[in-house]
């Protein structure tokens, strides 16, 4: 019953721990023996981040379990998020919230702190919009609504399994994804099958070679037996060395500042790893690769299988190139992880015209078509599992306040 629900200060329910500050010459990237993880804000953001270790060990205080609730405590788009979910020592920009009461539930507290009231009180109160604070005193003000333990624990059920659904399908993903890189890989550029057809000395070898490809014999037959030399150094004989300007016309997007945004679902993309913002419409139609414009991240490839605003960034989809070579371009940027650098700026730059000058071997449209038949249901299930992480996250997003505020009853919510 929400009469049974108490109104308290974080102050008085839970103590705050300061991460360690560590120096970067004293961080490896090699775990060894009496090394554990140091656990930076990066991490949290950027999954495909390369993790790294200190010399430390599980008593220091500034260690955390996966289960421990963390708030990161600066940065202009980081500062306030709550995270959860990595062991190690944290550093001294983020902070562990620790509960000092029983009746406080680990998973409820997260999901409290990670709410849009709290995030939006924590970001009001700091000081500096150019560097936002988190303060220990800012956090302790923070007001809880905490219900009945048992309560807790069914609210962090229900949202937790709407989170584990998301992050199931976000590992399939990596692994559809996967598997599009190492075909991608395989075909162009180790050139396995050229490899194969060129030691098969019968068609039983090359039926067995296709099948270890896991290919068709005649999809093998459509490869090269022998290599050329070329520009770009021995390519299959017969293909040739082309520039993406000739397949495709990268656009660059309209900037929109976060003052001319609408909210609403459609990503903004811009320089970052994830959206800065969402509008309430779009300027790219799906599916789309998006290339970052500026910055510390730019050159960072993405495919975004729902319309998008494409702000600081470059764009490629069907409606300005081959829809055919879409996937295949999508390889080819992430293979090449693109770092080009605008001559003479402070930071670097990459425009449309820095893509279309990209090198490529152009295999043939009839191979091109088989290669976009396999990997294609890939990405057809990618977009789907995409699909149905945006419908569950709008579930837990409408959930969690009405659960929070008691709004909701947990008896009326079936997951």
């Known amino acids: 019953m929400k009469s049974e629900w108490k109104k308290v200060k974080l102050d008085d329910i839970v103590r705050f721990q300061q991460g360690k500050q560590v120096e970067l010459e004293d961080q490896v990237t090699e775990q060894t023996d009496g090394f554990i993880r140091f656990v930076r804000i990066i991490d949290y ?20 379990t996966e289960d421990d609730v963390v708030m990161i405590r600066y940065g202009s788009q980081t500062a306030g998020k709550v995270v959860i979910g990595k062991a190690g020592i944290i550093a001294n920009n983020m902070f562990r919230v620790i509960p000092i009461i029983e009746d406080i539930h680990r998973k409820y507290l997260y999901y409290f702190l990670k709410s849009s009231k709290v995030y939006l009180y924590l970001r009001g109160g700091q000081g500096s ?13 923070v007001d809880v609504l905490l219900p009945p333990l048992p309560t807790q624990k069914k609210i962090a059920h229900i949202l937790s399994t709407l989170d584990d659904k998301i992050e199931l399908n976000r590992k399939m993903n990596e692994t559809l994804e996967a598997m599009a890189q190492a075909l991608f890989k395989s075909w162009f550029v180790d050139f396995d099958p050229v490899h194969a057809k060129a030691n098969a000395k019968s068609d039983v070898e090359l039926e067995k070679a296709a099948a270890e490809l896991g290919i068709s014999k005649e999809v093998l037959e459509l490869f090269p037996s022998a290599f050329v030399e070329s520009e770009m150094g021995m390519i299959p004989e017969g293909w040739e060395v082309k520039r993406f300007g000739d397949i495709v016309t990268p656009k660059k997007g309209k900037n929109i500042t976060k003052k001319k945004v609408t909210e609403g679902d459609v990503p903004v993309v811009a320089g970052g790893l994830t959206p800065a913002y969402f509008h309430n419409q779009y300027n790219v139609e799906a599916p789309v690769i998006t290339v970052s414009a500026s910055g510390a991240n730019a050159g960072y490839v993405h495919l975004y299988n729902i319309n998008i605003w494409a702000s600081d960034c470059s764009y490629i989809n069907a409606t300005n190139s081959n829809y055919i070579y879409t996937h295949y371009t999508y390889l080819k940027f992430k293979q090449n992880k693109i770092t ?17 000058r990209l090198d490529f071997i152009d295999c043939g449209s009839k191979l091109w078509s088989y290669f976009e038949d ?9 977009a789907s599992n995409e699909r149905e992480v945006q419908t569950l996250q709008k579930t837990r997003d409408t959930l969690l306040p009405k659960l929070l505020s008691g709004e909701l009853d947990v008896s009326e919510v079936e997951i």
């Open 45 to 64: 953001t950027n999954k495909s981040e390369p993790p790294r270790y200190i010399k430390a060990n599980t008593k220091w205080s500034s260690y955390v």
């Open 374 to 382: 396999m990997i294609s249901p890939m990405f057809n299930r990618l």
């Open 340 to 356: 080009w650098m605008q001559q003479g700026a402070a930071q670097p730059h990459i425009y449309p015209s820095h893509l279309m």
């Open 129 to 141: 919009s150019t560097m936002p604070a988190i303060t220990f005193g800012l956090m302790s003000s």
